[in-house]
């Protein structure tokens, strides 16, 4: 009985769907597990080998928490807008919606093949409309909400106009904008309705609001930060510049703290956790005023370090900050215009990333020290941003190396601040010594010196105490077409929200993809599109986030009518147990989905504060490219050893036609046209190729289909393959030339249910010792490692338990059975069919029990004592345990094997180490 892979791997995939085997709903009589991947964005190439590594991971565990006894969620779906998608449409004209159906449904064929045990009745695409109708939902719970500080959390925004009716803006403590104004409950309800409109805008969580963004003209949209690299796009390595736009907001930053609180309470990757506080940038200080010379205007500044206010010797304002155009005088007009449209052609990213370049220019203006009366001048430069703070910083050079490099450069002054200060490259304002020429705090130390200075600032009304928050509100607007449309209408200017009977607001047909000849968003291209026949709708649509940022409760409930999620469902899945996704999401996804999270649950429609209890990065798979060599000028290519004898030229060839760094030349010949006529210089009669280790790329013909190693070794081969390359956070190269020792390994583990003819044996017969003891072992190991997520060693302990096995010529049915519930997570396919041949009729592998790990199977009674004369291991002898000393001493002595090595002498000292070893001196 052969082991038939691809029939055995086809016939339960179809069994599984048939039954639904992996379908799951709420069972109160078995604790829950909530396992998710981070959903893949369905691109036209399909799944490589280093995209299902996570998933793999995930389906082991899902499948061995089932086997424990939880009721397991294990979902999948497609984040399926995108630009990808939109960008292919431009340039053929084809809906994204029929690319985008395409791309997914030859996702999910792959997806099947490798034998994922996902429900598949809660798959979902965020670009259905029965699914962003939901999205649309939230966004509408956002816009009518705000967050009061007093009860830390958000409500309705009906909460607020009650208190504005009651008592205008008196005692309200909320997250609002910073030029937001103070009023009576009179004059609150002396406001028109526009008025009125205008001053919630400014509370509620999702806002219209003009902002600085990455502008990329070629693609016609806002980019966020980590779509710019290096001042161009990340897709289509496009120009991107930095422009004014009105654009619709979410203020995440009211939940700044909260945010970074709940990152204690949470298991996920240290590093994951360091990335996030860093870009919350949580900092304790205070907000001090300059007034302005000539202007009744004053500059705004965020400092953690009021100390050093002495040292104030420039300010320095961004590029973009406000009172620029003001301030500048008319003979440094030009110069500030041109460093401002220099400025733009850089993303934040770079300009926060470049500590090295100073530049900048002055507007002519000065600014007065608030406590030293100073007269200061006021320059712009790029490496201050007006989002964050408040666009300006007070230059202290002496105590910052950037301000210092700055000052020598532009030639300004620098003014010593504590008597033990040394002012050079590396400069540091720290806290020790006492300061000097302030004639306000000189003498003092640190603490005492903040605490005047405070006290001062506040009492004048110059400056207060403040915390600050580096974390900017998220733009969350795209002037694309393939993204969710904005549930939004325009009357007199001003945003009002669609009735909510009337969502799904659906995505309308256009004729091109692209933006208007007058420069709006290519929805502004649907004719006749208006709300109720009359309103102008919104014309940007959401960001690619949105639909990721609340997923995993539609997964709880995902054919819902009626609600995005029900209350049942939240109550019993409550959150993700454990969630597998790419590190490359720190700092998007998982801080905007913990947020969404954050509003759902102060709005009472979840009940938990975090989603996601424990997150785990895979690693990358890396590709390992191969290389041959053609000589300069000909089509001839020299094999990897010979090529330092000739004048060659490195060049990518496709790795499914090399094996074992061998190429198949006749293949070869017919991957290029150019090829056909090749010659080739060969050592020991093969051409063999270069290697190296890369990212897997199409570019570097190192992309190794999934489907090409099944069709050769099967799924549960790839699975487990996939999973022997090493840890799974870390990186590794994949090398198809190690997967075929994974391949013998399961024919090995097949042929240990057969017998000599080929046949199915299993015997009822008592296991002996050590067969229980290889079962117990493997029970123990992978039990471990799945808890731990070492998931490669496991795949080694199976190799060493069937090796064992084969070795006992075991065939025992008390054996075999309990190893093949083990194996199951791993490899799933061979798992059925040879559960289906031990249990013919008994339903599904996956609904075993995992069997219980007895440690008495791994006590040993016996033990192979060394036998070390003069400090010499001679021999070994097999004593009982259960032997005191002086017995073990007696058996070693009257042994043959011992007696050999004694040649008829007497030992002079003989020590027993009990269970370690026998030492001899003669």
């Given at each position: 009985?052969?082991?038939?892979?691809?029939?055995?791997?086809?016939?339960?995939?179809?069994?599984?769907a048939?039954?639904?085997t992996?379908?799951?709903?709420?069972n109160?009589?078995?604790?829950?597990?909530?396992?998710l991947?981070?959903?893949?964005?369905?691109?036209g190439?399909?799944?490589?080998?280093?995209?299902?590594?996570?998933?793999i991971?995930?389906?082991?565990?899902?499948?061995?928490?089932?086997?424990?006894?939880?009721?397991?969620?294990?979902?999948?779906?497609?984040?399926?807008?995108?630009?990808?998608?939109?960008?292919?449409?431009?340039?053929?004209?084809?809906?994204?919606?029929?690319?985008?159906?395409?791309n997914?449904?030859?996702?999910?064929?792959?997806?099947?093949?490798?034998?994922?045990?996902?429900?598949?009745?809660?798959?979902?695409?965020?670009?259905?409309?029965?699914?962003?109708?939901?999205?649309q939902?939230?966004?509408?719970?956002?816009?009518?909400?705000?967050?009061n500080?007093?009860?830390?959390?958000?409500?309705?925004?009906?909460?607020?106009?009650?208190?504005?009716?009651?008592?205008?803006?008196?005692?309200?403590?909320?997250?609002?904008?910073?030029?937001?104004?103070?009023?009576?409950?009179?004059?609150?309800n002396?406001?028109?309705?526009?008025?009125?409109?205008?001053?919630?805008?400014?509370?509620?969580?999702?806002?219209?609001?003009?902002?600085?963004?990455?502008?990329?003209?070629?693609?016609g949209?806002?980019?966020?930060?980590?779509?710019?690299?290096?001042?161009?796009?990340?897709?289509?390595?496009h120009?991107?510049?930095?422009?004014?736009?009105?654009?619709?907001?979410?203020?995440?930053?009211?939940?700044?703290?909260?945010?970074?609180?709940?990152?204690?309470?949470?298991?996920?990757?240290?590093?994951?956790?360091?990335?996030?506080?860093?870009?919350?940038?949580?900092?304790?200080?205070?907000?001090?005023?300059?007034?302005?010379?000539?202007f009744?205007?004053?500059?705004?500044v965020?400092?953690?370090?009021?100390?050093?206010?002495?040292?104030?010797?420039?300010?320095?304002?961004?590029?973009?900050?406000?009172l620029?155009?003001?301030?500048?005088?008319?003979?440094?007009?030009?110069?500030?215009?041109?460093?401002?449209?220099?400025?733009?052609?850089?993303?934040?990213?770079?300009?926060m990333?470049?500590?090295?370049?100073v530049?900048?220019a002055?507007?002519?203006?000065?600014?007065?020290?608030?406590?030293?009366?100073?007269?200061?001048?006021?320059?712009?430069?790029d490496?201050v941003?007006?989002?964050?703070?408040?666009?300006?910083?007070?230059?202290?050079?002496?105590?910052?190396?950037?301000?210092?490099?700055?000052?020598?450069?532009f030639?300004?002054?620098?003014?010593?601040?504590?008597?033990?200060?040394?002012i050079?490259?590396?400069a540091?304002?720290?806290?020790?010594?006492?300061?000097?020429?302030?004639?306000?705090?000189?003498?003092?130390?640190?603490?005492?010196?903040?605490?005047?200075?405070?006290?001062?600032?506040?009492?004048?009304?110059?400056?207060?105490?403040k915390?600050?928050?580096?974390?900017r509100?998220?733009?969350?607007?795209?002037q694309?077409?393939?993204?969710?449309?904005?549930p939004?209408?325009f009357?007199?200017?001003?945003?009002?929200?669609?009735?909510?009977?009337?969502?799904?607001?659906?995505?309308?047909?256009?004729?091109?993809?692209?933006?208007?000849?007058?420069?709006?968003?290519?929805?502004?291209?649907?004719?006749?599109?208006?709300?109720?026949?009359?309103?102008?709708?919104?014309?940007?649509?959401?960001?690619?986030?949105?639909?990721?940022?609340?997923?995993?409760?539609r997964?709880?409930?995902a054919?819902?009518?009626?609600?995005?999620v029900?209350?049942?469902?939240?109550?019993?899945?409550?959150?993700?147990?454990?969630?597998?996704?790419?590190?490359?999401?720190?700092?998007?996804?998982?801080?905007?989905?913990?947020?969404?999270?954050?509003?759902?649950?102060?709005?009472?429609?979840?009940?938990?504060?975090?989603?996601?209890?424990?997150?785990?990065?895979q690693?990358?798979?890396q590709?390992?490219?191969?290389?041959?060599?053609?000589?300069?000028?000909?089509?001839?290519?020299?094999?990897?050893?010979?090529?330092?004898?000739y004048?060659?030229?490195?060049l990518?060839?496709d790795?499914?036609?090399?094996?074992?760094?061998?190429?198949?030349?006749?293949?070869?010949?017919?991957s290029?046209?150019?090829?056909?006529?090749?010659e080739?210089?060969?050592?020991?009669?093969?051409y063999?190729?270069?290697?190296?280790?890369?990212?897997?790329?199409k570019?570097?013909?190192?992309?190794?289909?999934p489907?090409?190693?099944?069709?050769?070794?099967?799924?549960?081969?790839?699975?487990?393959?996939?999973?022997?390359?090493g840890?799974?956070?870390?990186?590794?190269?994949?090398?198809?030339?190690?997967?075929?020792?994974v391949?013998?390994?399961?024919?090995?583990?097949?042929?240990?249910?057969?017998?000599?003819?080929?046949?199915?044996?299993?015997?009822?017969?008592?296991?002996?010792?050590?067969?229980?003891?290889?079962?117990h072992?493997i029970?123990?190991?992978?039990?471990?490692?799945v808890t731990?997520?070492?998931?490669?060693?496991?795949?080694?302990?199976?190799m060493i338990?069937?090796?064992?096995?084969?070795?006992?010529?075991?065939?025992?049915?008390?054996?075999?059975?309990?190893?093949?519930?083990?194996?199951?997570?791993?490899?799933?396919?061979?798992?059925?069919?040879?559960?289906?041949?031990?249990?013919?009729?008994?339903?599904?592998?996956?609904?075993?029990?995992?069997?219980?790990?007895?440690?008495?199977?791994?006590v040993?009674?016996?033990?192979?004592?060394?036998?070390?004369?003069?400090?010499?291991?001679?021999?070994?002898?097999?004593?009982?345990?259960?032997l005191?000393?002086?017995?073990?001493?007696k058996?070693?002595?009257?042994?043959?094997?011992?007696?050999k090595?004694?040649?008829?002498?007497?030992?002079?000292?003989v020590?027993?180490?009990?269970?370690?070893i026998?030492?001899m001196?003669?």
């Open positions: 009985m052969e082991y038939k892979f691809r029939e055995i791997e086809q016939k339960w995939q179809k069994y599984w048939e039954n639904h992996y379908k799951v709903d709420i109160l009589n078995k604790p829950k597990y909530y396992v991947d981070m959903f893949p964005y369905p691109s190439a399909g799944l490589h080998v280093g995209h299902p590594l996570g998933y991971a995930s389906d082991i565990f899902s499948r061995f928490k089932r086997l424990k006894g939880f009721n397991v969620l294990h979902p999948m779906g497609y984040d399926a807008f995108g630009l990808p998608a939109e960008q292919y449409a431009i340039q053929t004209g084809q809906h994204p919606a029929i690319t985008t159906d395409q997914t449904k030859r996702y999910r064929e792959q997806l099947d093949r490798i034998g994922f045990a996902y429900d598949w009745s809660r798959e979902l695409r965020t670009c259905d409309a029965d699914y962003y109708k939901w999205t939902w939230i966004f509408m719970q956002l816009f009518d909400a705000w967050y500080f007093e009860t830390d959390k958000a409500e309705p925004i009906n909460v607020l106009v009650a208190k504005f009716e009651n008592n205008g803006t008196n005692g309200v403590k909320a997250a609002c904008d910073e030029d937001t104004r103070s009023f009576t409950a009179a004059e609150w002396a406001m028109s309705e526009d008025e009125q409109q205008k001053e919630l805008l400014k509370y509620r969580l999702t806002y219209l609001s003009e902002s600085v963004v990455n502008w990329c003209p070629a693609l949209t806002v980019l966020a930060n980590d779509e710019v690299i290096g001042g161009f796009s990340e897709r289509g390595g120009p991107v510049e930095q422009k004014k736009m009105s654009q619709w907001s979410m203020r995440i930053s009211a939940y700044a703290e909260r945010l970074l609180q709940g990152l204690d309470n949470i298991d996920w990757p240290e590093p994951i956790r360091e990335m996030q506080r860093n870009w919350i940038g949580k900092s304790v200080g205070a907000l001090l005023k300059f007034n302005l010379e000539k009744e205007d004053k500059i705004e965020f400092t953690t370090r009021l100390d050093t206010v002495f040292g104030v010797t420039f300010l320095v304002l961004a590029p973009e900050h406000e620029v155009d003001k301030l500048t005088t008319p003979e440094h007009k030009a110069e500030i215009e041109a460093y401002i449209n220099k400025t733009k052609q850089k993303s934040e990213r770079d300009r990333a470049d500590v090295k370049t530049s900048g002055f507007t002519g203006a000065f600014a007065i020290n608030p406590l030293s009366g100073e007269k200061v001048p006021v320059w712009i430069a490496y941003l007006a989002g964050y703070g408040t666009g300006a910083v007070m230059a202290v050079p002496s105590g910052d190396e950037r301000d210092y490099r700055f000052a020598q450069h030639n300004l002054p620098i003014v010593q601040i504590l008597d033990s200060q040394v050079d490259e590396t540091d304002a720290t806290k020790e010594g006492k300061y000097v020429n302030s004639g306000l705090i000189d003498g003092m130390d640190y603490a005492e010196a903040m605490k005047t200075l405070v006290h001062k600032i506040e009492a004048e009304g110059t400056g207060k105490a915390t600050n928050y580096r974390m509100d998220a733009i969350f607007a795209r694309r077409y393939w993204g969710e449309p904005v939004v209408y009357k007199n200017g001003l945003p009002y929200l669609i009735d909510e009977s009337d969502l799904p607001l659906i995505l309308p047909e256009i004729d091109k993809y692209l933006p208007t000849e007058t420069g709006e968003p290519p929805l502004a291209r649907a004719a006749g599109w208006k709300y109720k026949g009359e309103f102008e709708y919104e014309h940007s649509t959401m960001p690619g986030w949105a639909g990721s940022s609340w997923y995993w409760y997964y709880m409930d054919k819902n009518d009626s609600s995005f029900s209350k049942e469902a939240t109550d019993y899945w409550k959150d993700v147990d454990l969630y597998i996704g790419g590190s490359e999401h720190a700092t998007g996804h998982l801080l905007y989905s913990r947020f969404w999270n954050k509003v759902l649950k102060d709005l009472g429609y979840v009940q938990e504060e975090e989603p996601f209890k424990k997150l785990i990065n690693g990358m798979i590709g390992r490219s191969n290389f041959v060599y053609r000589i300069i000028g000909t089509n001839k290519f020299v094999s990897y050893g010979l090529r330092k004898d004048d060659t030229q490195p990518h060839v790795v499914n036609i090399v094996h074992n760094d061998v190429l198949d030349l006749e293949k070869f010949k017919k290029i046209p150019d090829y056909a006529n090749a080739f210089v060969l050592e020991d009669g093969k063999i190729c270069g290697h190296e280790v890369e990212k897997m790329s570019s570097k013909y190192n992309v190794v289909s489907d090409d190693i099944i069709e050769q070794y099967g799924a549960d081969t790839l699975r487990m393959y996939e999973m022997f390359l840890p799974l956070e870390q990186s590794k190269p994949w090398n198809t030339n190690g997967i075929s020792g391949y013998n390994f399961l024919r090995k583990f097949w042929n240990l249910f057969l017998d000599e003819k080929g046949e199915v044996s299993v015997t009822n017969e008592e296991p002996s010792k050590a067969e229980l003891k290889a079962l072992k029970i123990q190991k992978v039990e471990e490692d731990r997520f070492s998931f490669n060693t496991s795949v080694s302990s199976y338990c069937v090796n064992e096995l084969t070795a006992l010529k075991c065939n025992k049915r008390a054996i075999l059975e309990p190893l093949v519930i083990t194996i199951c997570p791993y490899a799933p396919h061979i798992a059925e069919e040879l559960w289906s041949i031990l249990n013919p009729g008994k339903g599904s592998v996956i609904d075993a029990v995992y069997p219980e790990f007895k440690p008495e199977h791994l040993e009674d016996a033990f192979d004592y060394p036998i070390s004369i003069n400090g010499k291991v001679k021999t070994k002898l097999n004593v009982s345990l259960a005191e000393p002086a017995d073990v001493e058996l070693v002595l009257e042994s043959s094997d011992v007696k090595y004694l040649d008829g002498k007497t030992p002079k000292k020590i027993v180490v009990k269970g370690r026998v030492n001196v003669i």
